[in-house]
């Protein structure tokens, strides 16, 4: 449903450019907040926050090609190798070219990085405590910022 524009009323179109007003702020310093409360968390771990989601996308399967990872996680290659290469570095993954395909890089959990998901086993609850809201407030939340995510991603001007 469109709403009429407010560039026809300048008081309107005034309160729309005021940074309160902003959804993009709002989205952007909770995503700030959000990582600070994951670096807090993560630090013991020896894990930033992107290394963590790409943990978390090889924990739900291992042996996945970096292309989808990154499709995954919304993330294109040339940001995604860097991370692979420290986790690499650290011993928690293994990069390989494919056999079949040699344009393609297989990533594989190593001993270390599978016995690293019951270290970080308590991380999703510090988060939720973090939030300070309760279970039946975060689902729809997050069921709310998957549909605006899927809707922007949808409408991404050319």
Same mark, same amino acid.
């Not at 570095?89 to 070219?97: D, K, Q, S």
């Given at each position: 449903m469109a709403t009429k524009s407010p560039s026809t009323d300048s *008081? $309107?179109?005034?309160r729309a450019q005021r940074l309160d007003n902003q959804l993009c702020f709002a989205l952007h310093s909770t995503s700030l907040a959000m990582t600070k409360v994951y670096r807090k968390l993560l630090a013991p771990l020896d894990l930033t926050y992107p290394q963590y989601l790409v943990m978390l996308v090889l924990w739900e399967g291992d042996e996945l090609t970096v292309s989808a990872i990154?499709? %995954?996680?919304?993330?294109?290659s040339a940001t995604l190798t860097p991370l692979l290469k420290r986790l690499? $570095? $650290?011993?928690?993954?293994?990069?390989?070219?494919a056999a079949e395909d040699e344009r393609q890089v297989v990533i594989r959990l190593t001993r270390a990085? *599978? $016995?690293?998901?019951a270290k970080a086993g308590d991380v999703p609850y510090g988060v939720f405590c973090a939030a300070g809201l309760a279970k039946d407030q975060l689902a729809p939340l997050k069921a709310q910022l998957d549909v605006? %995510?899927?809707?922007?991603?949808?409408?991404?001007p050319d």
């Open positions: *008081k $309107a179109a005034a990154g499709e %995954r996680l919304f993330l294109d690499e $570095a $650290a011993g928690l993954l293994t990069r390989e070219r990085g *599978k $016995a690293l998901q605006l %995510r899927a809707h922007l991603h949808d409408n991404i």
